[in-house]
């Protein structure tokens, strides 16, 4: 039985072609990983990681994670986001 999981939100560009990437080692990963790109406070709080150096990357990735308890999903976290 999983009881937690691990995701990641990945945006990339090429020229004028934003690509958002969803996934998780199981579902549970991939819920968080949408769910936290969907919802204003997360998307806020990877903004905030994002542009620590004061610019908005062009790519970014973000680490998530999430706990199973009693087979109910609870919130996910970001754990870390990286920028190149």
């Given amino acids: 039985m999983v009881q937690e999981d691990f995701g990641i939100s990945a945006r990339v560009c090429d020229n004028s072609i ?3 990437i969803l996934a998780g080692c199981h579902s549970y990963g991939a819920y968080a990983a949408a769910f936290g790109m969907t919802r204003d406070n997360f998307i806020r ?9 004061g610019v908005r ?3 970014f990735i973000a680490l998530w994670e999430v706990n199973i ?3 109910a999903v609870q919130s996910p976290k970001l754990i870390d986001a990286v920028v190149e």
């Fill in 69 to 71: 308890l009693d087979g």
């Fill in 45 to 53: 709080e990877v903004h905030t990681f994002i542009t620590r150096g």
């Fill in 57 to 59: 990357p062009l790519h």
């Fill in 18 to 20: 934003e690509t958002l």
